[in-house]
């Protein structure tokens, strides 16, 4: 149930045709888990606590370097040193009071994905690496939690909402690691909050039902032309993970 302070907090989104109290409520009462919280998963989390979200689960370790602080927008530079996941739930805390937050201080891996998977509602994926991404999307197949992929390099995003034996899996998209991958790549902090916000608006979509999500489909984004395509994807018969789905 909404309190009046819920009322008052989200009365200009209680508004939206569709939307209404029971959408907030709805929100209020889902778990989101995030893989890392820096240039895409910060202001994805920003933006979820925003809308409403219930509560965050954040994993995300290592120490906040200065190189960081182009695109992760949860940081700040008092922080540099120490770890990121708790500067973020601070500034997260500071903005959302009554949030419920979760700070794990180390990232996706093979000891802890079933876990914290179990734990949430909702998954995103904001994760560089494809090892976290794929160790998350086999765990939302298995538990059956539908999971946000999101990406970026240079000025291209993508976002695709997976919702198992529904859509195609990660997987499906990309059955070994890309060559050539690297932990390090180009990044500007407003081509990483664009993508997060289209993550976290299909992610509305898909917790609600206030708009159809983009199930079935690759959201690609250009920022340099501000082209944003949606491309048809499909499941393959030949996937490990999905396919007796």
């Not at 995030?34 to 409403?52: E, F, H, K, M, T």
């Not at 160790?135 to 970026?152: G, T």
């Amino acid at each position: 149930m909404l309190s009046e302070h819920d009322r008052q907090t989200y009365a200009w989104q209680l508004d939206i045709p569709g939307f209404g109290e029971p959408a907030q409520a709805r929100l209020k009462e889902t778990t989101a888990l995030i893989s890392r919280v820096g240039g895409l998963g910060g202001p994805l989390a920003l933006q979820l606590a925003a809308a409403g979200i219930g509560k965050l689960i954040l994993a995300h370790g290592g120490a906040l370097r200065e190189d960081d602080l182009n695109r992760q927008i949860l940081m700040s530079r008092d922080h540099i040193g120490r770890p990121r996941v708790e500067c973020a739930r601070e500034t997260l805390a500071r903005f959302k009071p009554e949030i419920e937050i979760e700070t794990i201080p180390s990232n996706i891996s093979p000891d802890n994905v079933a876990e914290l998977v179990g734990r949430a509602d909702i998954v995103f994926d904001c994760a560089p690496l494809f090892v976290e991404r794929f160790l998350m999307n086999e765990q939302c197949v298995a538990q059956n939690k539908p999971l946000i992929d999101s990406a970026m390099f240079n000025f291209d995003g993508q976002v695709v909402p997976i919702v198992p034996g529904e859509t195609p899996c990660l997987r499906c998209l990309y059955p070994e690691t890309p060559e050539h991958w690297r932990r390090r790549f180009p990044v500007l902090g407003a081509v990483s909050a664009l993508v997060a916000n289209i993550a976290a608006l299909e992610a509305i979509k898909l917790l609600t039902g206030v708009a159809p999500a983009s199930l079935g489909e690759m959201i690609l984004i250009d920022a340099r032309t501000m082209d944003i395509n949606r491309i048809r994807i499909a499941r393959r018969n030949d996937c490990p993970l999905c396919r007796h789905l």
